[in-house]
C-alpha cells in the first residue's frame, strides 16, 4: 500500500471475483462465479487450496474471527460452513431463495445472512435462526458495530441501526444523498467509526456515541471523490499504530522510572540516616580500645627519650 506496486493478479478463478477475505495478514479467501472457494498465501501469493463450494456463483463469504472456519452463500441457494485447518466442508444449509451477503459477528457467536431486504440472525451452536429483520428496500451492505448492534445500508440514502437480538431500530439517520453502496465499521482508541460509501461519490466517516444509540450519529468528515463509488474498504497504518503504542509505552515506562527514581532517592534518605547513627554509635570508646590508645601513646614518649 505505501509504496503502490502492483503485486500480481489472482489467475486461479474462471471467471469474475465475486468477494474477497483478509484473514490478519498471512491470507486471503476469494470466492467467484466458477463456485470455486480460493485460500491464498499473501506473502507468496500462491494458491493453498481451492475447493469446489457452489454448484453456482459464490456471492459472499465471511471468516470466523478464530480463523478456523469460514461460511459462503451462492446462487445454489446453499449456506456452507467450511472448515479450514482441514479445507473441507462441514455443513451444508438449504435456503429458500439466494442469499447476497453473509457476515459473522465480533464475537463469532452469532452470523448474518442477507436476502433481498431481509437479514436472519443465526446462533452459531444451534445453526438456527434466532431472529429476522427486513427493511423497506434491498439491503446494499450491512456491518456489526459490536455483537449486537447491526448498521444496515440499503437502496436508499438511509442508514438503520438495528438491536440483533430485538430485532428493534435503535436509529437512523439519512447518510447520503444518493443510494449508500458499502459500509464498514471500526473500533479505535474506544471510539465507534462507521465509514459509508455512497453512488454520489462521498465517502463519509460518523462517529458513533453507543452510550447514546437512540441519537444521530455525529459527521466526522467528509470526501468526494468525484466517482460512482461501488464498493469500500478501510486500511489501517500499522507503522502509525507501532509507533502510537510504542509513544504510549514510552510515556508509561518514563513514569515508571520517575516513579522508581523518587523510591531509590526516599530510601537513600533513610539509608544514609542509618549509617549516621551506626557511625555515631561505632565513634563511642570502649574500654579496650582506651587500654590500647594509653600503650600506643606511652611506646611513641619512650621512644622520643631514647632520641
Same mark, same amino acid.
Not at 489467475?11 to 469474475?16: D, E, F, K, V, W
Not at 467450511?82 to 431463495?97: M, P, T, Y
Given at each position: 500500500?505505501?509504496?503502490? $506496486? ?95 451477503? $453473509? ?159 523518587? $523510591? ?44
Amino acid at each position: 500500500m505505501k509504496k503502490k $506496486i502492483e503485486h500480481g493478479a489472482l489467475l486461479q478463478h474462471n471467471g469474475t471475483v465475486t468477494c474477497l477475505e483478509f484473514y490478519s495478514t498471512a491470507h486471503l479467501l476469494s470466492g467467484a462465479e466458477d463456485g470455486l472457494i480460493c485460500i491464498w498465501n499473501t506473502k507468496r501469493w500462491e494458491c493453498l487450496k481451492s475447493i469446489k463450494a457452489h454448484k453456482g456463483h459464490v456471492t459472499s463469504l465471511s471468516i470466523h474471527p478464530s480463523g478456523k472456519l469460514a461460511l459462503s452463500v451462492g446462487t445454489d441457494k446453499t449456506l456452507r460452513t467450511w472448515n479450514l485447518v482441514e479445507g473441507r466442508s462441514a455443513f451444508i444449509k438449504n435456503l429458500k431463495q439466494n442469499a447476497h451477503i $453473509i457476515k459473522w459477528s465480533p464475537s463469532g457467536e452469532k452470523y448474518v445472512t442477507v436476502i433481498t431486504n431481509k437479514v436472519d440472525v443465526y446462533k452459531l451452536d444451534t445453526a438456527l435462526i434466532t431472529g429476522t429483520i427486513t427493511t423497506e428496500k434491498r439491503i446494499s451492505s450491512l456491518t456489526f458495530i459490536t455483537d449486537s448492534i447491526l448498521a444496515i445500508a440499503g437502496d436508499d440514502e438511509i442508514i438503520r441501526l438495528y438491536n440483533c437480538d430485538s430485532q428493534k431500530c435503535l436509529c437512523e439517520f439519512k447518510a447520503h444523498e444518493n443510494r449508500i453502496k458499502d459500509i464498514y465499521s471500526f473500533e479505535r482508541e474506544g471510539q465507534h467509526v462507521i465509514v459509508t460509501a455512497s453512488s454520489d461519490g462521498y465517502i463519509k466517516m460518523w462517529n458513533l456515541d453507543l452510550n447514546k444509540n437512540k441519537d444521530v450519529p455525529s459527521l466526522l468528515c467528509e470526501v468526494n471523490t468525484k466517482a460512482r463509488l461501488t464498493c469500500l474498504a478501510v486500511w489501517f497504518d500499522q507503522a502509525s499504530e507501532i509507533k502510537e503504542n510504542s509513544d504510549k509505552a514510552a510515556t508509561s515506562s518514563q513514569a515508571n522510572e520517575d516513579e522508581k527514581s523518587s $523510591i531509590v532517592r526516599k530510601k537513600k534518605v533513610c539509608w544514609t540516616d542509618k549509617n549516621d547513627k551506626t557511625a555515631k554509635r561505632d565513634r563511642k570508646i570502649t574500654p579496650e580500645k582506651q587500654k590500647l590508645e594509653t600503650l600506643l601513646q606511652k611506646k611513641k614518649k619512650k621512644l622520643k627519650s631514647s632520641e
